[in-house]
């Protein structure tokens, strides 16, 4: 549960639990300057508005996060660019849907990335990064990667205890016909390192 206690440590287990937690907010940005994509952009599952914030900052407008945890919102950078919803947010097309480490908690993936679709205006970008199925080896490195961050074994099972049957994880493939399915083209892994892709 994206409580509280969690949004007071929230920064601190993104750096330690998510690889390329930066590079991706970077990339993010770098892709919609590069597809000029400068406004009506919104980060579902914003958090602590790290990339609502990273956005503002570099001068794109009408930059809205989503967020379904009112403890998250109250901990946000900018609390009043970010739309409380369990739903995808519709009120509004959108040039650009930001979905950084969120999807594989959503139970619905497919009709969410089909709402996110019916969103977008024409030439809309979608840009998402999730944990994906993995193999041993993807999977020893992920937990080396946690312990080279300072987290503990003891810390990793209590973190993988609380997320099992919360974050579920897909195929890479599952991504690439859902998304192709729904009607997106032009579909690609742009970042990847151990089973999180972008």
Request: proline fraction near 2%; charged fraction near 20%; hydrophobic fraction near 40%.
């Amino acid at each position: 549960k994206f409580d509280e206690e969690v949004a007071r440590r929230f920064r601190n287990e993104a750096l330690s639990n998510i690889p390329d937690y930066q590079k991706v907010i970077n990339l993010t940005l770098d892709i919609l300057k590069n597809e000029g994509c400068e406004s009506n952009i919104v980060d579902v599952g914003s958090a602590l508005g790290e990339t609502v914030n990273a956005l503002i900052t570099s001068g794109f407008k009408n930059v809205w996060g989503a967020e379904s945890s009112q403890a998250m919102i109250d901990a946000s950078m900018h609390k009043s660019k970010i739309i409380l919803s369990e739903t995808f947010p519709t009120t509004v097309t959108w040039n650009a849907v930001i979905i950084n480490w969120t999807l594989h908690f959503i139970k619905s993936r497919k009709e969410y990335l089909s709402d996110v679709f019916n969103g977008l205006s024409q030439n809309g970008i979608l840009i998402l990064t999730d944990k994906m199925d993995s193999n041993l080896e993807e999977n020893a490195q992920y937990v080396q990667f946690k312990i080279d961050n300072g987290m503990s074994i003891e810390q990793i099972k209590v973190k993988n205890d609380a997320i099992a049957g919360v974050l579920t994880t897909k195929p890479l493939k599952w991504y690439v016909d859902t998304l192709s399915e729904i009607g997106f083209t032009q579909i690609e892994v742009v970042n990847t390192r151990f089973m999180f892709n972008t």
